[in-house]
């Protein structure tokens, strides 16, 4: 477990800690409440219902917390759930993928996504990775400025097809270790 950030007091402090199994349904829920308010206007609500479903089954989720390699944290300021992320490797395995970094609006620009993404980097770093990428949608303008102020560039451009007569046209951001 992750030690907490130091806060005057314990509703305050922010922690970060590996999920569990008895955790995805929370997580799952609170991806779709964050989806829901951050993506209209950037895909439509059909795909947002498509890819809610295809990435936050239980046996989507459960990857994270059982492949080797990968892991699923959680963020929370005392008992409440703030975001999450989670990662696997590449297949090369010579980067840590960080395939989902979620932070409810509330707790936007209190450096939440940035202890995630420092415990993603930890969790590289502790598997030898030379590097952490992602996947960001290309109109996602509030995540791309949040990934470079936390240290990655745009490193191509990608269309990829997911089913279902959606595609994600997305920036591939890569941060070096």
Not at 50 to 63: D, K
Not at 64 to 91: H, K, Q, V
């Amino acid at each position: 477990m992750k030690e907490p950030v130091v806060a005057t007091n314990e509703a305050d402090a922010l922690s970060i800690a590996a999920a569990t199994e008895s955790d995805l349904a929370a997580v799952a829920e609170l991806a779709g409440a964050i989806w829901r308010r951050h993506y209209p206007g950037i895909i439509t609500p059909e795909q947002i219902d498509y890819m809610l479903a295809l990435g936050y089954s239980h046996a989507a989720l459960s990857r994270f917390i059982e492949e080797e390699g990968a892991g699923l944290d959680l963020a929370r300021f005392g008992e409440r759930l703030a975001g999450f992320s989670a990662y696997y490797r590449t297949d090369g395995g010579r980067e840590l993928k960080l395939d989902k970094l979620y932070v409810l609006q509330e707790f936007q620009g209190r450096g939440v996504g940035s202890r995630l993404i420092a415990s993603t980097e930890a969790a590289a770093r502790a598997q030898r990775c030379s590097g952490l990428i992602l996947n960001v949608n290309k109109n996602n303008a509030q995540a791309i400025r949040a990934y470079e102020k936390n240290g990655f560039a745009i490193r191509e451009a990608v269309v990829v097809d997911i089913g279902g007569g959606f595609v994600m046209d997305d920036y591939v951001m890569a941060k070096p270790l």
